[in-house]
T-cell receptor
Framework: GENVEQHPSTLSVQEGDSAVIKCTYSDSASNYFPWYKQELGKRPQLIIDIRSNVGEKKDQRIAVTLNKTAKHFSLHITETQPEDSAVYFC??????????????FGQGTTLQVKP | GAGVSQSPSNKVTEKGKDVELRCDPI?????LYWYRQSLGQGLEFLIY????????KSGLPSDRFSAERTGGSVSTLTIQRTQQEDSAVYLCASSLVGELFFGEGSRLTVL
């Protein structure tokens, strides 16, 4: 079955610095890789996703890169701000014909941005 | 409301009792997921429903756990003979294409 490993488990950066979170997955048939942000006491929410036919995707200060050969993908946050402090989860999914499928999450990374 | 609704939001029960957790997905969403999140931990996959297909139950931790989805909409997660290690937040999510929309979760405490 699919397994997703996420590192680091905690990350502390100074405001304005960049943050990088890395994930690896086990199933080479996985083709959809979203990232979710969970603020304290709140529900996880999608912040960016990437499909296997794309190597990189960017949305303002966040970007995701995918290396299918190595089976790893990363989240990059630039110019970090205190409101970026949260737990970030990567995930991997095998797409079925319905364009949905079982989504397996990594263990999460607690990001702290110090003012 | 238009979001995923879960009930109860909080449930305290005694060890050995059965509990039922309910999820109302977003109308029209064909996929429904249950996850478990223990304190400070990740999102542990439990079960996935897609339309009328047989559910993927590969994440259910023991035979004390079961879930059903009636009419392709509302889902109920049932935990029989609860144990203290079942204490966690149980999150439901629904999806149509791509993005999962999570509910607020049901916090279960087993005394």
């Amino acid at each position: 079955g699919e397994n997703v490993e996420q590192h680091p488990s905690t990350l502390s950066v100074q405001e304005g610095d960049s943050a990088v979170i890395k994930c690896t997955y086990s199933d080479s048939a996985s083709n959809y890789f979203p990232w979710y942000k969970q603020e304290l006491g709140k529900r996880p929410q999608l912040i960016i996703d990437i499909r296997s036919n794309v190597g990189e995707k960017k949305d303002q200060r966040i970007a995701v890169t995918l290396n299918k050969t190595a089976k790893h993908f990363s989240l990059h946050i630039t110019e970090t701000q205190p409101e970026d402090s949260a737990v970030y989860f990567c995930a991997a999914r095998l797409h079925g014909s319905s364009n949905t499928g079982k989504l397996i999450f990594g263990q999460g990374t607690t990001l702290q941005v110090k003012p | 409301g238009a979001g995923v609704s879960q009930s109860p939001s909080n449930k305290v029960t005694e060890k050995g009792k059965d509990v039922e957790l309910r999820c109302d997905p977003i109308s029209g969403h064909t996929a429904l997921y249950w996850y478990r999140q223990s304190l400070g931990q990740g999102l542990e996959f439990l079960i996935y429903f897609q339309g009328n297909s047989a559910p993927d139950k590969s994440g259910l931790p023991s035979d004390r756990f079961s879930a059903e989805r009636t009419g392709g909409s509302v889902s109920t997660l049932t935990i029989q003979r609860t144990q203290q290690e079942d204490s966690a937040v149980y999150l439901c999510a629904s999806s149509l294409v791509g993005e999962l929309f999570f509910g607020e979760g049901s916090r279960l405490t087993v005394l």
